[in-house]
């Protein structure tokens, strides 16, 4: 009869080793009254426990925590209810528990489980009586159709309890023994690619490197086949890709850069992230050439910031006139002179005269600093804002893209970047469903390297929504540039998927986790793809000639006034000579003949 045990720390070992020694027999537990005292010493020890009967297997599914499922008889009943129990109809997975059976000294291993599959990522003990010690066997198989995998977990005695060897459960459960895992991928040049040659299929990237050293750690033997899309959920429920061939079985493994959402988590699992990404709407660099700033080079300073200059410059040249008015061995200056006079030290020139009193030197040595502080932090300003590149966007976000109406909206064709948007009743992405996504749904791009291209075509205005690490790849090998739109920021975890309560889980994802420690996943990552985005820009940048053009019209329109002016004054002062000459009256002149 078996015995449901759960524990609140899950330790099996403390707590089995604690029953009394009386309780044993040469034949085990063949009592129904020492079930009653056993669960009673447990319940002392603060273990709670319930016994059940082979028929009740269904109540499984209604304990919450992992619990220890201890059979104290290896009978006929016993073998039916571990199969029934490790049926996938069954609402509990069997491999959640730690389960637990007394079996007599006589009976064989092999001969007891024939017939019945233990998951190879379940904790069965069997415990039979050796001597004057009971000892503790784990049982699993690597696969259905292979045979009984044993492995000798430890001895318990009355006198010294439980003892066993400090060996972690998947570092005992390491080698699968070229156990057939059925793959499937999709051929995406920033994941992962299949080449031929001569007649020999190779595929290479980061994600299939990853799964390579993975397989060759478990000894694993994978079976590779490419499908076209990566799958996602249908109008009426069901899924398409490779997610629909993992939920069919009818392969094991997913791999590639798979998006981790719910939808995908309710009918597979998704291992250990591989990549933290976001995803993000990208729109092609508007093109600036021949745009001309005018406000930038009286952006460095704020508008009170100018008053203030001009305020300053009208009270140093107040102060110069006023000192050297006062000063008898200075030299005068006129009004006009003083206020060129400071504007000069502004722009940092120097003067031909210096002065002689001490008051004329201060207000000079204060035009002179005041100046020097403007001019280091004008210049500072208006050389960032020169050499680096602003960018402006039509729009930010996913509103703007729709209030602007001029562009496309374009995700790749059965992908889960689709149902961010068709699995939404109301809001903004359900209207940016409706209004840029569903009529197009049949003109969709294939891949990202499509969905870019359009993004490059210069005929038309396209926005593609894909992850950030993909549009950093395609960056790098497309001749345009593209950016992201700020506000459209989606975080996202990308990794591997794999069937559902697969028996390889939790093993698989133990050794990601140790290839993420080690390092080894970053070195295979700066082998196949693109580094980190770099905030420091470490390029040259060249100033063309339309940014400085605010200063050459400045330059030419203050030659051509000069010239102006000074055809002016020749003009007016030709024409004052003339009227000087008719209105001045002449003298007589007297001839002697």
């Given at each position: 009869?078996?015995?449901?045990?759960?524990?609140?720390?899950?330790?099996?070992?403390?707590?089995?080793?604690?029953?009394?020694?009386?309780?044993?027999?040469?034949?085990?537990?063949?009592?129904?009254?020492?079930?009653?005292?056993?669960?009673?010493?447990?319940?002392?020890?603060?273990?709670?426990?319930?016994?059940?009967?082979?028929?009740?297997?269904?109540?499984?599914?209604?304990?919450?925590?992992?619990?220890?499922?201890?059979?104290?008889?290896?009978?006929?009943?016993?073998?039916?209810?571990?199969?029934?129990?490790?049926?996938?109809?069954?609402?509990?997975?069997?491999?959640?528990?730690?389960?637990?059976?007394?079996?007599?000294?006589?009976?064989?291993?092999?001969?007891?489980?024939?017939?019945?599959?233990?998951?190879?990522?379940?904790?069965?003990?069997?415990?039979?009586?050796?001597?004057?010690?009971?000892?503790?066997?784990?049982?699993?198989?690597?696969?259905?159709?292979?045979?009984?995998?044993?492995?000798?977990?430890?001895?318990?005695?009355?006198?010294?309890?439980?003892?066993?060897?400090?060996?972690?459960?998947?570092?005992?459960?390491?080698?699968?023994?070229?156990?057939?895992?059925?793959?499937?991928?999709?051929?995406?040049?920033?994941?992962?690619?299949?080449?031929?040659?001569?007649?020999?299929?190779?595929?290479?990237?980061?994600?299939?490197?990853?799964?390579?050293?993975?397989?060759?750690?478990?000894?694993?033997?994978?079976?590779?086949?490419?499908?076209?899309?990566?799958?996602?959920?249908?109008?009426?429920?069901?899924?398409?890709?490779?997610?629909?061939?993992?939920?069919?079985?009818?392969?094991?493994?997913?791999?590639?850069?798979?998006?981790?959402?719910?939808?995908?988590?309710?009918?597979?699992?998704?291992?250990?992230?591989?990549?933290?990404?976001?995803?993000?709407?990208?729109?092609?660099?508007?093109?600036?050439?021949?745009?001309?700033?005018?406000?930038?080079?009286?952006?460095?300073?704020?508008?009170?910031?100018?008053?203030?200059?001009?305020?300053?410059?009208?009270?140093?040249?107040?102060?110069?006139?006023?000192?050297?008015a006062l000063q008898a061995r200075e030299k005068k200056f006129a009004a006009t002179e003083a206020m060129f006079y400071v504007f000069g030290t502004l722009c940092q020139q120097g003067q031909p005269d210096s002065a002689v009193c001490t008051a004329v030197r201060a207000v000079e040595l204060t035009s002179y600093m005041t100046s020097l502080v403007l001019f280091a932090g004008y210049s500072a300003y208006l050389v960032s804002s020169q050499t680096v590149q602003h960018t402006v966007l039509p729009f930010r976000s996913l509103q703007g893209l729709l209030e602007d109406g001029s562009y496309g909206l374009g995700l790749a064709q059965n992908s889960s970047h689709l149902n961010l948007f068709d699995a939404e009743t109301e809001g903004l992405k359900s209207i940016v469903y409706k209004t840029l996504i569903s009529p197009h749904k049949n003109d969709m791009p294939a891949g990202n390297l499509e969905g870019f291209t359009r993004v490059c075509d210069s005929r038309h205005k396209y926005a593609f929504m894909a992850s950030l690490y993909v549009g950093q790849y395609w960056a790098m090998k497309l001749p345009c540039h593209f950016t992201t739109l700020p506000d459209t920021f989606y975080p996202e975890c990308l990794t591997f998927v794999i069937s559902k309560n697969s028996p390889y889980k939790k093993l698989i994802n133990w050794n990601l986790l140790r290839l993420r420690e080690s390092g080894i996943q970053d070195r295979i990552r700066q082998e196949y793809l693109p580094?980190?985005?770099?905030?420091?820009?470490?390029?040259?940048?060249?100033?063309?000639?339309?940014?400085?053009?605010?200063?050459?019209?400045?330059?030419?329109?203050?030659?051509?006034t000069a010239v102006a002016v000074l055809a002016i004054e020749h003009i007016v002062c030709i024409c004052l000579r003339q009227l000087d000459f008719f209105t001045t009256p002449r003298k007589s002149k007297t001839f002697l003949l």
């Open positions: 009869m078996p015995m449901n045990i759960s524990s609140k720390d899950n330790s099996p070992s403390r707590k089995c080793g604690q029953i009394p020694s009386n309780k044993f027999t040469s034949s085990g537990f063949s009592a129904e009254t020492e079930l009653v005292l056993i669960q009673k010493h447990l319940s002392s020890r603060g273990v709670p426990a319930v016994t059940i009967s082979n028929s009740s297997v269904h109540k499984l599914a209604m304990v919450r925590r992992q619990a220890i499922n201890v059979l104290f008889r290896g009978t006929e009943d016993t073998k039916r209810y571990i199969k029934q129990a490790t049926e996938p109809s069954t609402d509990r997975n069997f491999s959640i528990d730690i389960w637990v059976l007394f079996l007599d000294a006589e009976s064989l291993l092999e001969e007891f489980f024939a017939g019945i599959y233990i998951p190879f990522d379940c904790e069965f003990l069997v415990a039979q009586i050796e001597d004057k010690y009971v000892s503790l066997t784990e049982v699993y198989h690597i696969g259905p159709a292979r045979p009984l995998q044993t492995y000798r977990f430890g001895t318990w005695t009355a006198r010294s309890g439980l003892a066993w060897r400090l060996i972690g459960f998947f570092r005992r459960r390491y080698n699968l023994q070229e156990q057939l895992i059925k793959v499937a991928y999709v051929d995406q040049k920033h994941a992962l690619t299949e080449t031929h040659n001569n007649g020999s299929k190779k595929i290479t990237g980061f994600f299939v490197h990853v799964w390579n050293t993975i397989a060759n750690f478990l000894n694993m033997k994978a079976v590779c086949q490419r499908v076209d899309t990566y799958g996602s959920r249908m109008e009426n429920g069901s899924w398409n890709g490779i997610i629909q061939m993992v939920i069919s079985n009818e392969v094991h493994v997913g791999v590639g850069d798979f998006t981790v959402t719910a939808g995908r988590s309710a009918v597979v699992d998704c291992l250990a992230p591989l990549i933290i990404s976001s995803l993000n709407v990208f729109i092609r660099v508007p093109d600036q050439s021949g745009i001309v700033v005018w406000g930038r080079y009286v952006a460095p300073f704020s508008l009170g910031l100018w008053v203030a200059v001009a305020t300053a410059v009208c009270a140093l040249s107040f102060c110069l006139w006023l000192t050297a580094p980190k985005p770099s905030y420091v820009n470490k390029s040259v940048i060249s100033v063309d000639i339309i940014s400085v053009a605010p200063i050459l019209v400045v330059f030419f329109g203050g030659v051509v």
